[in-house]
């Protein structure tokens, strides 16, 4: 199971690990609804090696 993020309206955003299909929770501050939100990812590819290296097609 998958830690995703969700917002509560009054602004509370908590993690936690939960079913991929779970859509919204009961917040542990307020106890009102909290949404599933789109979390930021760091994963980042920097510079050429990755697809230049290995997975460019060749000609």
């Known amino acids: ?3 995703y993020e969700f917002k509560c309206p009054e ?3 908590t993690e936690k690990l939960v079913k991929m ?3 919204q929770i ?3 501050k307020c106890g009102k ?3 599933k939100i789109m979390s930021q990812c760091s ?3 920097k510079g050429g090696g ?3 290296d ?5 000609k």
């Open 1 to 3: 199971m998958p830690v």
């Open 11 to 13: 602004g509370t955003i």
């Open 21 to 23: 299909d779970t859509r």
């Open 26 to 28: 009961e917040c542990p």
């Open 33 to 35: 609804t909290a949404k």
């Open 43 to 45: 994963f980042e590819l």
């Open 50 to 52: 990755w697809y230049a």
């Open 54 to 58: 290995g997975y460019a097609s060749r």
